[in-house]
């Protein structure tokens, strides 16, 4: 018997004393045997007690411990499991990263091809991975942190001359040549967002300043298009992806791949929810600059301003923004001063129906062409049941420079050792795609342009071009 239970055996043998002989030693035994059980009990309790808590001392498991021990430890283990995914989940909250495998055939006709009498065919591939990151804070100041790597082989179609860059802006190849797919470190810059007014209360927040540095595509802050500015889903043509006079024409004279060093400051104002609008100066590192291999300076600079109107209830953008390069290359392969104006439109005007527009007239330098009127449609497939899908249409003119004219005449401009034929009026260019949603990852997209008097030339034969694009996001 416990000790502990003694005092209680004691007295109930003096209670029970009080009783008849009889009956005392009757209920005494019953209440003995009573109290022995309730001893017995305790026992077991404290020997159970003791196994517990041997068993919690340790995260171990064993097929030998209490039942209730291994419960105990399976819901601690849970509860740290969902801590530790809270705490992960944390962590990556502001992360986001995008991934995509676009892949293009093309085949140009033969009186398009350069140096060659019959029909060429081409394909490439190109592979973007960006990832953004949050770049930490400073009371009601955020930062974000944004890369991207690109990769991928062939350059595409070979064409003879003409003003456009390129019928596939896909095509991307690194300088180590065809054996290789080496990627590069296309993008990596920092924005700092800072909401206005300063009273640090984000909800008051209506404007902002933002301000980003680092190795930049221009193109995502300036000339932007709803319609027009996404070669792995729209069109196909360098002159409708981007301002003709600063891609095509090389008013940018970025690095060879489209990117470049640079700075910008943006102002935005959304007081007016309805009609939003915005500033943007840019300065960005040009020719030998935006490779890393000479001086930063007589920097490209670039200022826009935009907003947002509404038509008809439907939204539109509206950007017009002027430009200055003081490493222009000009056609006769001197650099100097290169400026000009642009705009850059789309609009819905019916609830699938996208137009867009750009224009480009360079004002100071020797430019192959010094005007660029780009214009088309996009509509969405709502309207046949595939609200997934798109069509796409546009043309374009690009003007031959009166200083070009004058001077193509005498010019081997191609290197073929033969003087290139006068330039002397505009090239027209044209491109129609369909866009097929097969499935949340895949899009495939046949795509056909043509391209009459390339380079200006009113005698050479139109060079037409067919093609089909594949396309995997993630």
């Known amino acids: 018997m416990s000790l502990k239970l003694k005092p209680l055996a004691l007295a109930a043998a003096l209670f029970v004393g009080s009783a008849g002989p009889a009956a005392a030693s009757d209920d005494m035994k019953a209440l003995l045997a009573e109290v022995k059980r309730l001893a017995d009990r305790v026992e077991s309790l404290e020997k159970h007690n003791k196994e517990l808590e041997k068993s919690l001392s340790t995260e171990r498991l064993s097929e030998k411990e209490p039942e209730i021990a291994t419960r105990l430890k399976a819901v601690e283990f849970q509860t740290l499991s969902m801590q530790k995914q809270a705490r992960q989940v944390e962590k990556l909250e502001g992360i986001s990263v995008g991934a995509s495998l676009t892949g293009v055939a093309q085949r140009a006709n033969r009186d398009g091809v350069a140096g060659t009498a019959s029909r060429q065919s081409r394909a490439n591939y190109r592979g973007d991975v960006s990832v953004t990151l949050p770049g930490g804070e400073m009371g009601d100041i955020e930062g974000k942190i944004f890369s991207h790597f690109r990769f991928g082989q062939g350059n595409g179609v070979g064409l003879r001359p003409t003003f456009t860059s390129t019928p596939n802006t896909t095509a991307f190849e690194t300088n180590a040549g065809p054996d290789d797919s080496f990627a590069i470190l296309a993008q990596a810059w920092y924005q700092l967002k800072v909401p206005l007014p300063r009273d640090g209360v984000k909800a008051n927040s209506k404007e902002r300043l933002l301000l980003t540095a680092g190795k930049i595509d221009s193109f995502v802050f300036f000339d932007q298009n709803a319609a027009a500015d996404d070669e792995s889903a729209k069109f196909l043509n360098n002159a409708f992806v981007h301002n003709p ?64 109107w509404r038509f008809n209830h439907l939204p539109g953008n509206y950007r017009a923004y002027l430009w200055s390069n003081g490493r222009g290359l000009g056609y006769d392969g001197i650099e100097r001063r290169h400026s000009g104006i642009g705009m850059s439109i789309d609009q819905k005007v019916a609830d699938y129906v996208t137009l867009f527009g750009r224009y480009g007239h360079e004002t100071s330098g020797k430019v192959r062409f010094d005007r660029a009127l780009t214009a088309g449609v996009e509509i969405a497939g709502n309207a046949w049941g595939r609200g997934a899908d798109s069509l796409g249409a546009a043309f374009g003119v690009l003007r031959t420079s009166s200083s070009y004219r004058r001077d193509s005449v005498a010019l081997d401009l191609d290197g073929d050792g033969v003087l290139d034929p006068r330039a002397s009026g505009t090239e027209r260019i044209g491109e129609i795609y369909y866009r097929f949603k097969v499935n949340s990852l895949l899009e495939l997209t046949p795509d056909f342009q043509f391209i009459q008097r390339p380079g200006g030339d009113g005698g050479a034969p139109t060079v037409k071009v067919v093609g089909l694009r594949a396309k995997l996001g993630f």
Do not use: M
């Not at 910008?264 to 915005?278: D, M, P, Q, S, V």
């Open 245 to 308: 006079l600063l891609d095509s024409g090389g008013d940018i004279r970025a690095d060879a791949y489209g990117f470049a060093p640079g700075a910008i400051l943006r102002y935005e104002n959304e007081r007016n929810k309805a009609e939003t609008w915005g500033l943007s100066l840019g300065a960005f590192g040009s020719g030998p600059g935006a490779n890393f291999s000479g001086s930063p300076g007589k920097p490209y600079v670039i200022g826009q301003a935009d907003t947002t």
